[in-house]
Protein backbone atom coordinates (compact mmCIF):
# COMPACT_ATOMS: atom_id res chain seq x y z
CA UNK A 1 0.00 0.00 0.00
CA UNK A 2 3.01 2.19 0.75
CA UNK A 3 4.52 1.36 -3.01
CA UNK A 4 0.97 2.26 -4.41
CA UNK A 5 0.14 5.47 -2.51
CA UNK A 6 3.66 6.83 -2.95
CA UNK A 7 4.37 5.67 -6.78
CA UNK A 8 0.66 7.63 -7.50
CA UNK A 9 1.97 11.04 -5.47
CA UNK A 10 4.95 10.60 -8.26
CA UNK A 11 2.86 10.26 -11.02
CA UNK A 12 0.47 13.15 -9.97
CA UNK A 13 2.92 15.44 -10.05
CA UNK A 14 4.99 14.17 -12.93
CA UNK A 15 8.12 13.02 -11.26
CA UNK A 16 9.97 9.80 -12.46
CA UNK A 17 11.93 9.31 -8.89
CA UNK A 18 11.50 11.67 -5.12
CA UNK A 19 14.82 12.81 -5.66
CA UNK A 20 14.02 16.28 -4.82
CA UNK A 21 12.51 14.88 -1.52
CA UNK A 22 14.07 16.55 1.66
CA UNK A 23 12.36 15.08 4.07
CA UNK A 24 9.36 12.57 4.84
CA UNK A 25 6.59 11.98 7.29
CA UNK A 26 5.34 8.32 7.56
CA UNK A 27 1.95 8.13 9.25
CA UNK A 28 0.23 4.81 10.61
CA UNK A 29 -1.38 3.66 14.06
CA UNK A 30 -1.10 -0.44 13.54
CA UNK A 31 1.81 -2.13 12.46
CA UNK A 32 2.96 -2.70 15.73
CA UNK A 33 0.08 -5.35 15.95
CA UNK A 34 2.72 -6.99 13.71
CA UNK A 35 5.09 -6.30 15.57
CA UNK A 36 6.52 -3.31 13.79
CA UNK A 37 7.03 -0.12 16.21
CA UNK A 38 9.59 2.35 15.82
CA UNK A 39 10.65 2.53 12.30
CA UNK A 40 7.77 1.62 10.54
CA UNK A 41 8.13 4.63 7.87
CA UNK A 42 12.10 3.86 7.03
CA UNK A 43 10.64 -0.09 6.81
CA UNK A 44 8.31 0.70 4.15
CA UNK A 45 10.22 2.60 2.36
CA UNK A 46 13.30 1.07 1.97
CA UNK A 47 12.38 -1.37 -1.05
CA UNK A 48 11.92 2.12 -2.94
CA UNK A 49 15.18 3.33 -2.00
CA UNK A 50 16.66 0.55 -3.03
CA UNK A 51 15.12 0.83 -6.88
CA UNK A 52 16.23 4.40 -6.76
CA UNK A 53 12.76 5.28 -6.64
CA UNK A 54 13.16 7.21 -3.04
CA UNK A 55 16.47 8.97 -2.12
CA UNK A 56 18.75 7.79 0.11
CA UNK A 57 19.78 9.30 3.30
CA UNK A 58 16.12 11.15 3.31
CA UNK A 59 14.77 11.52 7.25
CA UNK A 60 11.83 10.06 8.22
CA UNK A 61 9.69 10.80 10.63
CA UNK A 62 7.03 8.81 11.47
CA UNK A 63 3.78 10.33 13.72
CA UNK A 64 0.75 8.54 15.07
CA UNK A 65 -2.00 10.64 16.25
CA UNK A 66 -4.72 7.74 15.89
CA UNK A 67 -7.64 9.34 13.31
CA UNK A 68 -5.81 12.24 12.79
CA UNK A 69 -2.28 10.78 11.86
CA UNK A 70 -2.41 11.64 8.18
CA UNK A 71 -3.04 15.28 8.83
CA UNK A 72 -0.21 15.03 11.32
CA UNK A 73 2.05 13.98 8.62
CA UNK A 74 0.77 16.73 6.45
CA UNK A 75 1.18 19.55 9.14
CA UNK A 76 4.58 18.43 9.51
CA UNK A 77 5.53 18.54 5.35
CA UNK A 78 3.48 21.83 5.52
CA UNK A 79 5.87 23.23 8.35
CA UNK A 80 9.07 21.72 6.61
CA UNK A 81 8.52 23.87 3.54
CA UNK A 82 7.53 26.90 5.40
CA UNK A 83 10.96 26.69 7.41
CA UNK A 84 12.71 26.40 4.36
CA UNK A 85 14.00 23.05 5.28
CA UNK A 86 13.61 21.80 1.80
CA UNK A 87 11.86 23.00 -0.74
CA UNK A 88 9.88 19.46 -1.41
CA UNK A 89 8.34 16.72 1.93
CA UNK A 90 6.35 14.17 1.86
CA UNK A 91 3.47 13.07 3.99
CA UNK A 92 1.87 9.89 3.09
CA UNK A 93 -0.40 7.81 5.78
CA UNK A 94 -0.38 3.76 5.36
CA UNK A 95 -2.93 1.00 7.81
CA UNK A 96 -4.32 -2.22 7.78
CA UNK A 97 -7.50 -2.23 10.69
CA UNK A 98 -8.60 -5.53 8.90
CA UNK A 99 -7.01 -8.94 9.54
CA UNK A 100 -7.86 -11.90 8.07
CA UNK A 101 -8.70 -14.64 11.01
CA UNK A 102 -7.05 -11.77 13.94
CA UNK A 103 -9.65 -9.54 15.20
CA UNK A 104 -7.64 -9.21 17.93
CA UNK A 105 -5.25 -7.20 16.30
CA UNK A 106 -8.21 -4.44 15.16
CA UNK A 107 -9.22 -4.23 18.69
CA UNK A 108 -5.96 -3.87 19.65
CA UNK A 109 -5.12 -0.90 17.41
CA UNK A 110 -8.27 1.08 18.24
CA UNK A 111 -7.85 0.76 21.48
CA UNK A 112 -4.53 2.55 21.67
CA UNK A 113 -7.08 5.95 20.80
CA UNK A 114 -8.03 5.91 24.45
CA UNK A 115 -6.43 6.43 27.79
CA UNK A 116 -4.81 2.83 28.84
CA UNK A 117 -3.27 4.21 32.06
CA UNK A 118 -6.35 5.82 33.63
CA UNK A 119 -9.49 4.14 32.22
CA UNK A 120 -11.11 4.59 35.61
CA UNK A 121 -11.63 8.15 34.81
CA UNK A 122 -13.27 7.68 31.37
CA UNK A 123 -14.93 5.08 32.70
CA UNK A 124 -16.56 7.40 35.25
CA UNK A 125 -16.86 10.30 33.18
CA UNK A 126 -19.17 8.39 30.45
CA UNK A 127 -20.90 7.36 33.14
CA UNK A 128 -22.25 10.71 34.39
CA UNK A 129 -22.47 11.70 30.78
CA UNK A 130 -24.86 8.99 30.21
CA UNK A 131 -27.52 10.35 32.89
CA UNK A 132 -27.11 13.35 30.86
CA UNK A 133 -27.63 12.04 27.79
CA UNK A 134 -30.05 9.67 28.75
CA UNK A 135 -28.17 7.16 27.52
CA UNK A 136 -26.49 4.74 29.80
CA UNK A 137 -22.89 4.24 28.87
CA UNK A 138 -22.92 0.48 28.01
CA UNK A 139 -20.36 -1.05 25.82
CA UNK A 140 -21.21 -3.76 23.84
CA UNK A 141 -19.86 -6.55 21.49
CA UNK A 142 -19.62 -6.47 17.41
CA UNK A 143 -18.04 -2.65 17.68
CA UNK A 144 -15.61 -0.46 19.07
CA UNK A 145 -16.02 2.08 22.57
CA UNK A 146 -15.85 4.78 20.22
CA UNK A 147 -19.30 4.01 18.67
CA UNK A 148 -20.93 3.95 22.62
CA UNK A 149 -18.82 7.20 22.75
CA UNK A 150 -20.44 8.75 19.98
CA UNK A 151 -24.04 7.10 20.47
CA UNK A 152 -24.57 9.26 23.71
CA UNK A 153 -22.98 12.43 22.23
CA UNK A 154 -25.97 12.14 19.65
CA UNK A 155 -28.43 11.13 21.99
CA UNK A 156 -27.77 14.26 24.48
CA UNK A 157 -28.03 16.37 21.13
CA UNK A 158 -31.59 15.00 20.11
CA UNK A 159 -32.78 15.24 23.52
CA UNK A 160 -31.29 19.10 23.60
CA UNK A 161 -32.02 20.38 20.59
CA UNK A 162 -34.57 18.30 18.91
CA UNK A 163 -32.26 16.81 16.12
CA UNK A 164 -33.71 13.54 14.91
CA UNK A 165 -32.95 9.95 13.57
CA UNK A 166 -33.91 10.51 10.27
CA UNK A 167 -31.76 13.55 10.06
CA UNK A 168 -28.93 11.37 11.14
CA UNK A 169 -29.75 8.74 8.40
CA UNK A 170 -30.65 11.74 5.84
CA UNK A 171 -26.88 12.89 6.45
CA UNK A 172 -25.71 9.11 5.91
CA UNK A 173 -27.77 8.78 3.01
CA UNK A 174 -26.15 11.12 1.09
CA UNK A 175 -22.73 10.40 1.81
CA UNK A 176 -23.69 6.40 0.61
CA UNK A 177 -25.44 8.52 -2.79
CA UNK A 178 -21.90 10.82 -3.47
CA UNK A 179 -20.05 7.06 -2.98
CA UNK A 180 -21.76 5.35 -5.50
CA UNK A 181 -19.55 8.33 -7.53
CA UNK A 182 -16.17 7.90 -5.65
CA UNK A 183 -13.94 5.02 -7.95
CA UNK A 184 -11.88 4.79 -4.53
CA UNK A 185 -15.11 4.24 -2.20
CA UNK A 186 -15.08 1.42 0.04
CA UNK A 187 -18.84 1.28 -0.43
CA UNK A 188 -20.06 2.54 -3.87
CA UNK A 189 -23.77 1.94 -3.05
CA UNK A 190 -26.34 4.14 -2.43
CA UNK A 191 -28.95 4.13 0.51
CA UNK A 192 -32.11 6.03 1.58
CA UNK A 193 -32.71 7.42 4.68
CA UNK A 194 -35.68 4.62 5.90
CA UNK A 195 -32.64 2.03 4.35
CA UNK A 196 -30.60 3.46 6.83
CA UNK A 197 -32.92 3.57 9.76
CA UNK A 198 -33.45 0.04 9.70
CA UNK A 199 -30.31 -1.16 9.14
CA UNK A 200 -28.41 -3.20 11.52
CA UNK A 201 -28.39 -1.34 15.15
CA UNK A 202 -25.52 -0.83 16.75
CA UNK A 203 -25.43 1.87 19.28
CA UNK A 204 -28.69 3.72 19.74
CA UNK A 205 -29.69 5.51 17.79
CA UNK A 206 -26.46 4.79 15.04
CA UNK A 207 -27.38 1.74 12.79
CA UNK A 208 -24.78 0.16 10.66
CA UNK A 209 -24.86 2.85 7.69
CA UNK A 210 -24.00 5.43 10.03
CA UNK A 211 -20.90 3.76 11.93
CA UNK A 212 -17.66 4.24 9.36
CA UNK A 213 -16.45 0.31 8.39
CA UNK A 214 -13.24 -1.15 9.01
CA UNK A 215 -10.63 -1.13 6.60
CA UNK A 216 -7.89 -0.67 4.82
CA UNK A 217 -5.88 2.56 2.15
CA UNK A 218 -2.91 4.60 1.97
CA UNK A 219 -2.64 8.19 1.28
CA UNK A 220 0.21 10.78 -0.04
CA UNK A 221 0.25 14.44 -0.83
CA UNK A 222 3.49 16.06 -1.66
CA UNK A 223 4.42 19.89 -0.12
CA UNK A 224 6.54 22.16 -2.22
CA UNK A 225 7.31 25.80 -1.90
CA UNK A 226 6.83 28.65 -4.73
CA UNK A 227 10.20 28.23 -5.63
CA UNK A 228 10.58 24.68 -6.62
CA UNK A 229 6.86 24.94 -8.35
CA UNK A 230 8.13 27.41 -10.43
CA UNK A 231 10.33 25.23 -11.74
CA UNK A 232 7.67 22.38 -12.62
CA UNK A 233 6.72 22.09 -15.99
CA UNK A 234 2.85 24.02 -16.99
CA UNK A 235 1.31 20.93 -16.49
CA UNK A 236 2.05 20.69 -12.99
CA UNK A 237 1.78 24.10 -12.24
CA UNK A 238 -1.20 24.13 -13.36
CA UNK A 239 -3.06 21.50 -11.10
CA UNK A 240 -1.04 22.85 -7.65
CA UNK A 241 -3.25 23.51 -4.92
CA UNK A 242 -2.05 26.05 -2.05
CA UNK A 243 -2.55 25.54 2.11
CA UNK A 244 -3.93 28.47 3.07
CA UNK A 245 -3.93 27.29 6.74
CA UNK A 246 -3.47 24.13 9.11
CA UNK A 247 -4.17 24.39 12.65
CA UNK A 248 -3.70 21.62 15.33
CA UNK A 249 -5.85 21.27 18.62
CA UNK A 250 -5.65 18.65 21.17
CA UNK A 251 -8.69 17.16 23.73
CA UNK A 252 -10.11 17.46 26.94
CA UNK A 253 -12.56 16.43 29.20
CA UNK A 254 -15.19 18.60 28.25
CA UNK A 255 -18.91 18.96 29.11
CA UNK A 256 -21.58 18.01 27.26
CA UNK A 257 -22.61 21.94 26.19
CA UNK A 258 -19.11 22.62 26.07
CA UNK A 259 -17.60 23.48 22.12
CA UNK A 260 -15.55 21.02 21.23
CA UNK A 261 -11.61 21.57 19.66
CA UNK A 262 -12.43 21.04 16.37
CA UNK A 263 -14.41 24.84 16.92
CA UNK A 264 -11.64 26.46 18.23
CA UNK A 265 -9.11 24.77 15.34
CA UNK A 266 -11.36 25.93 12.87
CA UNK A 267 -11.57 29.32 14.30
CA UNK A 268 -7.57 29.47 14.01
CA UNK A 269 -7.78 28.64 10.56
CA UNK A 270 -9.96 30.69 9.33
CA UNK A 271 -8.36 33.45 10.89
CA UNK A 272 -5.06 32.42 9.33
CA UNK A 273 -6.14 31.93 6.00
CA UNK A 274 -8.40 35.30 6.37
CA UNK A 275 -11.66 33.99 5.53
CA UNK A 276 -14.71 32.91 7.16
CA UNK A 277 -17.15 29.74 7.35
CA UNK A 278 -19.13 31.33 4.39
CA UNK A 279 -16.27 31.40 2.34
CA UNK A 280 -15.83 27.41 2.36
CA UNK A 281 -17.40 25.68 -1.11
CA UNK A 282 -16.76 21.80 -0.10
CA UNK A 283 -15.79 20.47 3.12
CA UNK A 284 -14.70 17.06 4.28
CA UNK A 285 -15.46 16.06 7.77
CA UNK A 286 -14.28 13.73 10.07
CA UNK A 287 -18.08 11.50 10.15
CA UNK A 288 -16.88 8.47 11.47
CA UNK A 289 -20.87 8.31 12.58
CA UNK A 290 -23.05 10.34 10.75
CA UNK A 291 -23.69 12.29 13.93
CA UNK A 292 -20.41 13.30 13.54
CA UNK A 293 -21.30 15.34 10.20
CA UNK A 294 -23.85 16.95 12.16
CA UNK A 295 -21.93 18.09 14.62
CA UNK A 296 -18.92 19.38 13.03
CA UNK A 297 -21.52 21.32 10.97
CA UNK A 298 -21.99 23.37 14.18
CA UNK A 299 -18.28 23.53 15.20
CA UNK A 300 -17.27 24.66 11.61
CA UNK A 301 -19.62 27.70 11.15
CA UNK A 302 -21.63 26.21 8.70
CA UNK A 303 -24.88 26.29 10.66
CA UNK A 304 -25.63 27.54 14.17
CA UNK A 305 -24.69 25.06 17.54
CA UNK A 306 -27.70 22.64 17.52
CA UNK A 307 -28.52 23.30 14.13
CA UNK A 308 -27.15 20.58 12.35
CA UNK A 309 -29.62 18.14 11.87
CA UNK A 310 -31.52 20.57 10.11
CA UNK A 311 -28.86 21.46 8.03
CA UNK A 312 -28.81 18.17 7.18
CA UNK A 313 -32.47 17.46 6.41
CA UNK A 314 -32.36 20.97 4.23
CA UNK A 315 -30.12 19.36 1.46
CA UNK A 316 -27.73 21.87 1.48
CA UNK A 317 -24.48 20.02 2.60
CA UNK A 318 -25.38 17.71 -0.55
CA UNK A 319 -24.42 17.99 -4.06
CA UNK A 320 -25.44 21.14 -5.47
CA UNK A 321 -25.69 22.80 -2.26
CA UNK A 322 -24.75 25.83 -0.64
CA UNK A 323 -21.87 24.07 1.42
CA UNK A 324 -21.54 20.61 0.36
CA UNK A 325 -19.95 18.28 3.02
CA UNK A 326 -17.82 14.70 2.21
CA UNK A 327 -19.03 14.28 -1.58
CA UNK A 328 -16.22 11.35 -1.35
CA UNK A 329 -18.64 9.40 0.13
CA UNK A 330 -17.33 10.21 3.70
CA UNK A 331 -15.68 7.67 6.35
CA UNK A 332 -18.89 5.84 6.75
CA UNK A 333 -19.18 5.18 2.69
CA UNK A 334 -15.48 5.80 1.52
CA UNK A 335 -13.68 4.14 4.65
CA UNK A 336 -11.39 5.27 7.65
CA UNK A 337 -8.67 3.45 7.16
CA UNK A 338 -7.39 4.97 10.17
CA UNK A 339 -4.20 6.15 9.50
CA UNK A 340 -4.96 7.60 5.94
CA UNK A 341 -7.91 9.14 6.40
CA UNK A 342 -6.55 12.61 6.83
CA UNK A 343 -4.61 12.49 3.60
CA UNK A 344 -7.45 10.60 1.38
CA UNK A 345 -9.77 13.54 2.67
CA UNK A 346 -7.13 15.90 0.94
CA UNK A 347 -7.04 14.06 -2.00
CA UNK A 348 -11.01 14.23 -2.20
CA UNK A 349 -10.84 18.45 -1.77
CA UNK A 350 -7.68 18.44 -3.94
CA UNK A 351 -9.78 16.64 -7.30
CA UNK A 352 -12.46 19.25 -6.30
CA UNK A 353 -10.12 22.06 -6.40
CA UNK A 354 -8.35 20.96 -9.92
CA UNK A 355 -11.88 20.28 -11.14
CA UNK A 356 -11.16 16.71 -11.18
CA UNK A 357 -14.35 15.07 -9.17
CA UNK A 358 -16.15 14.28 -12.17
CA UNK A 359 -19.96 13.57 -10.98
CA UNK A 360 -18.81 14.60 -7.77
CA UNK A 361 -17.67 18.80 -9.14
CA UNK A 362 -18.48 21.17 -7.20
CA UNK A 363 -18.98 23.59 -9.89
CA UNK A 364 -16.65 26.55 -9.24
CA UNK A 365 -15.37 25.11 -5.96
CA UNK A 366 -11.99 27.76 -5.22
CA UNK A 367 -11.72 27.12 -1.52
CA UNK A 368 -11.80 23.95 0.48
CA UNK A 369 -11.81 22.48 4.33
CA UNK A 370 -10.68 19.37 5.83
CA UNK A 371 -11.79 18.86 9.57
CA UNK A 372 -9.79 15.43 10.96
CA UNK A 373 -9.61 14.04 14.63
CA UNK A 374 -8.03 11.53 16.18
CA UNK A 375 -8.39 9.32 19.55
CA UNK A 376 -10.70 10.88 22.35
CA UNK A 377 -9.93 12.36 25.37
CA UNK A 378 -13.36 12.46 27.04
CA UNK A 379 -16.37 13.57 24.74
CA UNK A 380 -12.98 15.18 22.30
CA UNK A 381 -10.63 13.93 19.82
CA UNK A 382 -7.10 13.67 21.17
CA UNK A 383 -6.02 15.75 18.51
CA UNK A 384 -8.30 17.89 15.67
CA UNK A 385 -6.68 19.28 12.82
CA UNK A 386 -8.31 21.92 10.08
CA UNK A 387 -6.96 22.41 7.17
CA UNK A 388 -8.07 25.21 4.41
CA UNK A 389 -6.77 24.38 0.77
CA UNK A 390 -7.64 27.22 -2.30
CA UNK A 391 -7.39 26.75 -5.85
Same mark, same amino acid.
Given at each position: ??????????????????????????????????????????????????EGLFPERVPVINVEGGCATASIALHGAWKDVLSGQTDLSLAM???????????????????????????????? $?? #? =???? @?????? /?????? %?? *???????????????????????????????????????????????????????????????????????????????????????????????????????????????????????????? $?? #? =???? @?????? /?????? %?? *?????????????????????????????????????????????????????????????????????????????????????????????????????
Open positions: MAREAYMGVLADAGLANGNDIGMAWFGNCGMWTDGQGSIRGQVCLTPLVRGVEKTFSLGAPEKTVQLFDGGIDQYDREEWLS $YY #A =AAGV @AAGKPF /APGPGR %TI *FMDTYAMQAAWHMRTYGTTERQIAMACAKNHQAAVHNPKAQYRFAMTADEVLVDRPVSWPLTRAMCAPIGDGAAAALVCSGAWLARQPEAVRGRAVRIAASTMTAGKYRRLDEPGLSKLAAERA $YR #A =ADLT @AKDIDV /AEVHDA %TS *FCEIYQSEMLGFCGIGEGGRLAESGETAHGGAIPINLSGGLVSKGHPVGATGLSMIDELVLQLRGEAGARQVLGARTALAENGGGVMGFDEAACSVIILQR
